[in-house]
């Protein structure tokens, strides 16, 4: 028992996943159709948005989103220095230019300060990353866009079914949203480290007709309304970035999880957030309770030497990424990201996985006190 491998992640196929795929299977309808939308439906409303639109990663449901609204060549959007560099390379792909800025120290996410210094005439977009769940400054956030006429894209790829208030919380009147539903559009990820696990896919979502009228042909070869493929009406330039029936059939399956996921997720934190409180060598991010971190992590001097230690106890974390601005097709110097540069590299997320038990997490606290004690 002691030594069961105790794993950073891992998704989890359900009951309701074969039946889906069965579905699909027994209709010979493995492109995207009914169970797609019925994804994108399932999630908009999950989410209170006005639509959802199905695409085949998280990575191109972000490029979907500039394209959509217009982003290309001689554009420029700001985009946070500590961030899957998909966030980045999404950018690249429209043409446009990512301008990296720094860090909130307190959460990981955006700073707000670094997004008004990189205003520039040439920024038409941020792209706020809520990083493992933590929602960035919203509110500030759409103040800026707002002033400066930008749009807001959110990365919500770590956010799905986390929540954010705008300031005083709900309690006292804020307004309480689902991230990814704060800006024009919200972008969430399926890949397999994420709590709806497709093998890949995406899904956008977005309260505007006009974006959202965008979007349906340029991830469908330009066509809004799919016919026989033959003699289709193509009035815009578009591409094949559909989700199959297949993958959707996957995601309907676990969707039906999707609130005990969220749960133990949080319950994962809360065991972590008590037995580790006391440990002065480790800083552990405070989270809300509309908040749900999809992994938990930390902060601390001796972060390489932690996770060797655990992985010789057959506990899995992961390392944070390292800064985009440090990764050779975005390299710039150290001196305009002294935030991420310095806490990125002592940033370690602890075994998080949804199929974890709690004797689990408090096997990781007690192997982590026993490090440091
Ligand atoms: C913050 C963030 N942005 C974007 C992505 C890209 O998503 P995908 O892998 O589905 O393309 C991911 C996850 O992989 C992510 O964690």
Redesign the pocket.
Known sequence: MENKKIPWWQPRVEREDYEFIKQALDANFINEGPLAERLEKEIASFLDAKYAVATT????A?FLSLKAVGIGYGDEVIVPDA??I??ANAVELTGAKPILVDINPNTLTISVDAIKKAVTPKTKAIIP?H?TGRGADMEKIMEIAKKQNLFVIE?A??ALGSKHSAKGGSASGGKEKYLGTWGDTGCF???AN?TLATG?G?MIVTNSDEIFNRLRPLKDQGRFVRGTGGDDAHNTIGYNFRLTDLQAAVGLGQFAHLKERLARMKRNYKLYAENLKDIKEIKIFPSTDEETPQWTDIITNKRDELEKYLREKNIDCRKYWHPIHRQPPYKLPDDNFPVSTELLPKSLWLPSAFTLTDEDVLRVCEEIKKFFL
């Open positions: 990663s998280g990575t191109i972000i961030t899957f998909a966030t990353v990083v990365d790829a770590e990820s399926f890949a994420k890949q995406g």
